[in-house]
């Protein structure tokens, strides 16, 4: 299954027993190369707790899925260890809270207003665990997901956040069809060694608490319900700027339902003009470097369209050029440089019991 997001930068992990120092990253020949040293632990004292027990926050953004909730409220349900454990949910954009059903205690943060990134500040600022995970609605975990994730933050200790596995839980051609690679599923696979990655993926990612509370919330601009992407690019860089390393952790899986609807090469190209809009809101991009890339990305695609490219290339270079376009559109229509202000927050909702979801 091929990956989505950023690519793996550094190669596979040592044994800690076999590490003189947490990796460093250089830039050689414009890719990123290990390089092992004692500077990070120097510089910054150790994020870890040196304690065997470590408490977990899980907090689940979710949008008017009330059936997918529910399922990966059940995926989690054998695993989870109330006194170790903690489960937020996250709802925005409704008129009102879901009802949850299962047997696992919770605490249900709902905003009425759209914005993925608020609500889950208010959840992690809620959030009393020592390692922070952020899941989102449309997928299940595996059976050991929690012990997976509490086991590369004690095996890593140099690491600050973790990008998990995303599989598909059922295999997109055969689902959809020849338009499988306009899906667009946030599927994450860079093989079955822990390395060093350049970024986490909002579906399945991991964080120590200290961390988040060095470098400050998710910027509120950015992510579905704002502007629509980019906020786990965006707190991505602002992790490694200040010197926070990130590792992918295999073990950690999740499954993410195939939805036929999201096929569509409209949507796919209507998203990917989005992300690139977005960009704009934390990056700095020129208008000649944009009129480049433009111009790279429209023969790019030319070229694909004349040699009747298979599909999977054809989107691929359609995503290149919408991401262009939707820079040189932020260009043109700058968007606001300030993060949005949080309204003040909802009462939160608290359960230790089942409840029957709506139907």
Known sequence: MPSQGPEPCASAIPPL???VGPIRLSRLHGEFKPTYTTRFALERPPLHNQCNTVKLSIIIATHLRP??????????TTQFNPQRHELLIAENGSSAPTLVAGH????????PRRGKCRIQNRAIAAARGELIVCLDDDLHVNPNYLSAVEDFFASYPDYAAMKGRILAQ???EKKVGPLAPFLDLPLVDHGDEVVEVRGVLGANMAFRAAALRAVGPFDERLGPGACGHEEETEISQRLRRSGFRIGYAPAALVWHEVDPARASRERFIRISRERGYCR????RHSKSGALTALAVARGRLFVAR???API??????????AIACGILDGLRNPPPTTQLQPAPPTPAIRTAGPRNPSR
């Open 170 to 172: 059922e295999d997109p």
């Open 312 to 321: 999977a290339r054809l989107a691929r270079e359609e995503r290149r050029f």
């Open 306 to 308: 004349a040699l009747n």
């Open 67 to 76: 059936e997918a909730l529910n399922r990966l409220i059940d995926s989690l």
């Open 280 to 283: 704009t809101l934390h990056e």
């Open 17 to 19: 027993s076999q590490r």
């Open 104 to 111: 696992l205690p919770f605490t249900h943060l709902h905003e």
